[in-house]
């Protein structure tokens, strides 16, 4: 199935959401990239239309949700209705449950889950009235096992799931599709929250671990298939070491 759509990406300036973003520029997509950094999405940007794809940007809070609904309003201006929805901002903090700062809790749901749902919340009532459209939600493998010192992270991946599950439920019905994308342990820049991660092998080699462009190519998998088939779930583990758990 070949598909010309237009994409919304959040946090597309880096990892996950760029390599998605990019590759579904690549497959003709016309792709609005979202994140808070404007000109690393400027630079972003420039380089997909520079290898003939089309792209522009937006940058905003998506934990805001009056900047979800402008930026929403935004790529239906610049691209055209939303199509396609990817929503893979996010964060992850590596430290003990006792130890955890409310600062820290409070970031990792507002980004992971409250985002989820005022970007859900903006763009679907136009999908809902074209009869069609398809949303992307980011979850993980740690949202369906607890690992010790990543608890605020996997419980705002397993709320991403059944929030999605939930959509899905509701739409389904009127022409929408929902996948919800469960990945293992990736090498991304979320690490930058995680100093205090062990550095074991399946965490430190990237031979061992899932690429932002191992994910971005199930995302694209899962969105294009048939009409009659909807990926409702679809996990990606790395090869990682013998007997690891991710």
């Known amino acids: 199935m070949t598909t010309t759509r237009v994409a919304l990406v959040t946090g597309a300036s880096r990892g996950i959401g760029l390599a998605t973003a990019r590759a579904l520029a690549a497959r003709g997509d016309r792709v ?3 994140a808070r950094s404007e000109h690393d999405l ?3 940007a420039s380089r997909i239309r520079d290898t003939g794809g089309a792209a522009w940007h937006w940058a905003g809070d998506v934990t805001d949700p009056d900047d ?3 930026m929403v309003t935004h790529a239906a201006e610049v691209a055209g209705p939303v199509d396609l929805c990817v929503m893979s901002a996010g964060l992850g903090h590596w430290m003990p449950t006792a130890g955890m700062p409310v ?6 749901i507002a980004l992971n889950l409250d985002a989820v749902f005022y970007t859900t919340r903006a763009v679907l009532p136009a999908m809902v009235e074209r009869g069609t459209g398809h949303l992307v939600y980011l979850s993980s493998v740690l949202g369906r096992r607890g690992v010790p010192n990543m608890a605020a992270y996997s419980a705002s991946k397993a709320a991403v799931a059944a929030f999605g599950e939930s959509v899905a439920a ?3 019905a009127g022409g929408i599709k929902v996948t919800v994308l469960y990945p293992g342990t990736a090498a991304t820049g979320i690490r930058d929250h995680q100093s205090l991660r062990p550095q074991t092998p399946d965490i430190t080699d990237s ?3 899932l ?3 191992d994910i ?7 969105t294009t298939r048939s009409d009659r088939a909807i990926p409702s779930a679809v996990t990606i583990e790395p090869r990682g070491l013998s007997g690891s758990r991710s």
């Open 103 to 108: 600062a820290a809790w409070r970031e990792t």
């Open 170 to 172: 509701e739409v389904k």
């Open 216 to 222: 971005a190519d199930a995302i694209l998998w899962a």
């Open 211 to 213: 690429s932002a462009d």
């Open 207 to 209: 031979d061992l671990q």
């Open 32 to 34: 609005v990239l979202t």
């Open 42 to 44: 400027e630079r972003e």
């Open 68 to 70: 979800c609904e402008a």
